[in-house]
């Protein structure tokens, strides 16, 4: 079972920063790309960024010029900084991963259990 571990949620106010990291087995045989998607209370989930593993980053046009998506210098490990939040950001933030486990595997998407991001005065 393939687990990704995310960390670094919790409450902020609004206009606050708060960075989530999420890293992946470091067994897997290879990434293609990681990023965030987040889903709030009745609403669908949404992308929020991903980056390739060549680099390449995509970010919802919510959070351009906010939010920063970056590779760890582990190839398996993912970050998210987020910068002045707003009140409906407020939702569980999703890692997620696309990978082939081993050499013989086909890619498919890994994702993370969630970690709440609360922003409020």
């Known amino acids: 079972q393939v687990q990704l571990v995310e960390s670094g949620g919790g409450l902020v106010q609004p206009g606050g920063s708060l960075r989530l990291s999420c890293a992946a087995p470091?067994?897997?045989?290879?990434?293609?790309?990681m990023g965030w998607y987040r889903q709030a209370p009745g609403e669908r989930r949404e992308l929020v960024a991903t980056?390739?593993?060549?680099?390449?980053?995509n970010y919802s046009d919510s959070v351009k010029g906010r939010f920063t998506i970056s590779k760890g210098s582990a190839k398996n490990t993912v970050y998210l900084q987020m910068s002045s939040l707003k009140p409906e950001e407020t939702a569980i933030y999703y890692c997620?991963?696309?990978?082939?486990?081993?050499?013989?595997?086909?890619?498919?998407?890994?994702w993370g259990q969630g970690t709440q991001v609360t922003v409020d005065s």
């Open positions: 997620n991963a696309n990978m082939k486990q081993t050499y013989y595997s086909g890619s498919r998407d890994y």
């Open positions: 470091g067994s897997i045989f290879a990434i293609n790309a």
């Open positions: 980056i390739t593993s060549g680099g390449t980053t």
